[in-house]
């Protein structure tokens, strides 16, 4: 019998076609975490308000180890004093590669139909080019011309940019330091040109665009100008499908009319991903232009003591992400393994400058810091390359702390903290808990002995059991993932894919809700991989990943890649395997540049020797956390020898 049929009684699901899922198991491990697996449900240290748990007994907080201060409570607090300090020796990781970025133009990619619709979403043909246009019109599909207005279409498979080989001409004076005001004589006729739309009885999901003219108060020179269109239509459409907190666009694309360095970085962002399909020395040397000088810009803006005021540095923030952006998608120009990331070093600055800007500095009180969209959105594009670094590095107590995140539970109300935001297809709350985890399992580490710490990991793992994430698109949240499972298959299309975005941002949420479920087994518990209580997880998780598509309008960057490499990584039943090497086969097929194919390359290679050097015992497991085998961290000793910082974003 498969999972649908088990878990709904419904008629078996035609994405799923594996094992049958195991007896049911409460999702908090039933073998105890720690000395206190077995305490009374009103523990005397925990009290309980909901669905948060924090530790909160004045009483009997004096027993409570140090390290735990501000860890264990779970919940927002205002910034420490000692961060209020502006730190000036904030160091521009991006300036080592600041000549010559891209040295040469590689070979075009492959397109099928000329079109791309994974993390970006258009299609190449027949571009002509002529300035930045003053109004915008389609073909609808009996030939009259319609308008734009406010918005342009996609229809179901695609729509953006369409170009064609020719490129812009660029005057070598404009190459070599581009501004927002040069207009660079040209020899073309740049014009945005819109693919047909299908009927609108096929257009299920439009994605979110700004209005036809929105830019043209920058003054871009018509090569730049095709550049932000490109990023404004394409780039940003495969970012979410949430559309009120898609930040690349609703946010950061709104700080380039005041920030020089985000845009230059949005431009150069643009170039590389053009130059993927369209190889021109011109556009090659624009791209570096524009790259060379986020760089500059950034460098003399993290100097300003003015941009480190409560309540600033947002262009600073953002600037930093669609640099970081710029690494993650250009593998083959990273640092060696041996370094740090220049990605990882990037989101590390602004993680202070986002400790430095906290507007908390100004309140007495928590409940009343009420952050804006830009910084939350902030903080989640720039804890999310951090905290997501965790799980395949050391453990390191100083690097993990919680604390240094607590602006993502600063979301002016707890409920708020459990919205799912587009940037990173899950709550900051949840994205929070991964780094509570790890620093849970590094405070473990090195106080092997204590009993009070594996209190705060049952208090962990019974949060994870009742956390409820909701989204604007569907306030009320499902009661359990059988339910969740079971609304999906009743709108699946032949495939077995859900076909709206309600659908897939629900399902994206839960996977990674399971996913730090099983990380806290694995991890923190020290669970086998092939213990019940992770096996049925995965179980769990591959059954909503099989639900998602992995192209097409639902598919974006808000599609749950590290949850999907998790359950490659640790899967011990052969179906597991195979679904998350479905998608990752799928993902790299659709010929865009992105972390993916990196990461399952060295996903490869480390469950080859995985299999024989990570061997699940079939002896009792200890009821001490401590006694447990620290397997996680003999392969992450592994991993970070042979593979260094893997980029999971």
């Known amino acids: 019998m498969d999972l649908t049929s088990q878990i709904a009684g419904s008629v078996p699901h035609p994405a799923f076609s594996g094992a049958s899922l195991p007896e049911p ?7 105890p975490f720690g000395h206190f697996a077995h305490r009374p449900a009103s523990h005397p240290w925990i009290a309980t308000n909901g669905s948060s748990i924090q530790f909160g007994d004045p009483a009997r907080k004096a027993v409570l180890p140090a390290a735990l201060e501000g860890v264990v409570a779970f919940e927002s607090s205002l910034p420490s004093k000692d961060t209020r300090r502006a730190a000036r020796d904030l160091l521009n990781p991006f300036q080592d590669n600041a000549v010559e970025r891209i040295p040469a133009l590689s070979r075009p990619r492959t397109l099928e139909n000329g079109e791309v619709n994974g993390y970006i979403k258009c299609r190449f043909h027949g571009m002509r080019l002529r300035s930045p246009p003053r109004t915008l019109s389609t073909r609808t599909s009996n030939g009259a011309r319609q308008a734009s207005q406010g918005r342009l279409s996609l229809h179901r498979r695609g729509l953006g940019l369409a170009c064609q080989p020719r490129l812009p001409t660029v005057a070598p004076h404009a190459l070599a330091k581009p501004t927002p005001k040069s207009y660079a004589p040209t020899t073309f006729k740049p014009v945005l040109r819109t693919a047909a739309v299908d009927p609108p009885s096929l257009l299920e999901e439009h994605i ?10 920058l003054k871009l020179s018509p090569a730049d100008w095709q550049f932000f269109v490109f990023y404004r239509n394409a780039w940003c459409s495969g970012r979410a499908i949430l559309d009120a907190t898609n930040c690349w666009l609703v946010n950061i694309i709104q700080m380039a009319p005041r920030s020089q360095a985000v845009l230059h970085a949005m431009l150069a962002l643009a170039g590389t991903y053009v130059l993927d399909y369209l190889p021109d020395e011109r556009v090659r040397q624009r791209s570096n232009a524009h790259y060379n000088a986020a760089v500059g810009l950034l460098t003399k803006d993290l100097r300003e003591e003015a941009e480190q005021r409560p309540g600033g540095g947002e262009s600073i923030v953002a600037a930093i992400a669609l640099l970081n952006m710029l690494d993650v998608v250009s593998p083959e120009r990273r640092r060696s393994k041996k370094e740090v990331p220049r990605w990882l070093e990037g989101a590390q600055v602004a993680c202070k400058v986002l400790d430095v800007t906290d507007p908390g500095h100004r309140y007495w009180h928590v409940n009343n810091v009420q952050p804006s969209d830009a910084r939350v959105a902030n903080t989640v594009i720039t804890s999310r390359a951090v905290v997501l670094a965790l799980p395949m590095t050391r453990l390191n107590k100083a690097s993990s702390d919680s604390t240094h995140f607590q602006w993502l539970l600063l979301q002016s109300t707890e409920e708020n903290s459990r919205k799912i935001h587009g940037a990173c297809g899950c709550a900051p709350r949840l994205l929070h808990r991964f780094a509570l985890i790890t620093h849970l399992a590094a405070l473990i580490e090195e106080e092997p002995e204590s009993i009070v710490l594996p209190v705060g990991a049952d208090a962990v793992a019974e949060e994870l059991n009742e956390f409820r994430q909701w989204s604007e698109l569907n306030r009320e949240s499902h009661s359990s993932v059988e339910a969740l499972l079971r609304n999906c298959d009743l709108q699946l299309n032949p495939q077995g894919i859900v076909t709206n975005k309600a659908s897939m941002t629900d399902l994206t949420a839960e996977a990674w ?26 179980t769990y998780l591959a059954a909503c990943i099989r639900r998602m598509p992995t192209s097409g309008p639902l598919f974006t960057a808000q599609a749950p890649f590290f949850p999907v490499f998790l359950l490659g990584l640790l899967a011990v039943h052969p179906d597991h395997k195979l679904c998350a090497e479905g998608w990752f086969q799928s993902v790299i097929r659709t010929s865009c540049r992105s972390s993916v194919p990196p990461a399952y390359e060295a996903l490869q290679r480390i469950r080859d020797w995985m299999k024989d050097e990570i ?3 079939d002896v009792e497991i200890p009821e001490s956390i401590a006694l447990r085998s620290p397997w996680w961290e003999t392969m992450v000793a592994r991993v970070t020898e042979e593979e260094g910082i893997l980029c999971l974003i």
């Open 25 to 31: 198991l409460s999702l908090v491990s039933h073998v």
């Open 208 to 217: 979110q665009r700004l209005p036809h003219d929105f830019g043209q108060d």
């Open 513 to 538: 809700r399971l996913a730090a479920i099983i990380y806290l087994h694995c991890r923190l518990s020290r669970l086998p991989r092939s213990h019940p209580d992770v096996v049925k997880q995965m």
């Open 615 to 617: 061997v699940d015992d």
